[in-house]
């Protein structure tokens, strides 16, 4: 078989060369990184976990009219998606205090927010992903204002789905982050959210106990990741609910 073109690397996925024009495959790694990859480590069968994950709620968006880049899964770390222009934004929607913004605001952890709060950040590691404005946007041009319009509309339409599959098996979407792409159609063009929806770009919270799911366990050391990512891939009915945590888990089809 021939070997296979490498498009692109980055810490959590790799991106080769599609079947199909206008198609790309996304292979998901077991690397586990924090803090603009300072922290690293590799945890077995976190990329079986994350690529079954964002196959399942890529699904559920498609299926309720929510366009995304994936197209189908291919083999337990691999999903193919469409080829799309990335805008150079990382979209993150947040419905209770955390993380940055908790620092930045001086906002007691686990505060809820009076609305979802959607924030852009530019993609650039070297910068450490800054947040930037709307106006930082359209004055360098990294997206249009129509653009914008249509990316929050998005993101609050995955919030909405989100929250809501999450509150049914009892995890809180505290927040999380997307990326959106563009698709060319001819003359046409249309947003579509890509890269991966996974625990790796989620924090999600034991509705209950308050248990964190996602990776702050590993962000700051509160057991094993490998555990949190089987935990809510349970509940969410991709892995048998008998099934006991391990390194390499037996997913359903």
Not at 45 to 51: E, H
Not at 111 to 128: A, Q
Not at 205 to 230: C, E, I, M, P
């Amino acid at each position: 078989m021939a070997r296979r073109k490498k498009i692109y690397e980055g810490k959590a996925k790799i991106l080769y060369e599609g079947p199909e024009p206008g198609t790309l495959v996304q292979y998901f790694k077991d690397d586990a990184t924090a803090f603009n990859a300072e922290k690293h480590d590799v945890v077995d069968g976190k990329g079986v976990l994350n690529n079954r994950l964002s196959e399942y709620f890529m699904t559920g968006l498609n299926n309720i009219g929510v366009p995304t880049h994936f197209l189908r899964r291919i083999n337990m770390r691999e999903q193919l998606i469409k080829s799309v222009e990335i805008i150079p934004l990382e979209i993150v929607v947040r419905n209770v205090a955390a993380g940055s913004i908790s620092k930045r605001l001086g906002l007691d952890e686990g505060s809820p927010l009076p609305r979802p709060i959607v924030e852009f950040y530019f993609k650039d590691d070297g910068l450490g992903d800054p947040m930037v404005s709307e106006e930082h946007i359209l004055a360098f041009g990294w997206a249009s204002q129509q653009d914008l319009d249509d990316i929050v509309a998005l993101a609050l339409r995955v919030n909405d789905f989100m929250s809501g599959i999450m509150m049914g098996v009892g995890i809180r979407l505290v927040d999380f982050k997307i990326e959106v792409g563009r698709i060319w159609e001819g003359d046409f063009m249309r947003l579509v959210v890509a890269d991966e929806i996974s625990p790796d770009s989620c924090r999600l919270w034991d509705v209950s106990t308050g248990q964190k799911l996602d990776k702050d366990v590993f962000r700051r050391d509160l057991g094993n990741l490998a555990d949190a990512y089987t935990e809510v891939a349970r509940r969410l009915g991709v892995l048998p609910r008998n099934t006991a945590s391990v390194g390499k888990p037996t997913l359903i089809n």
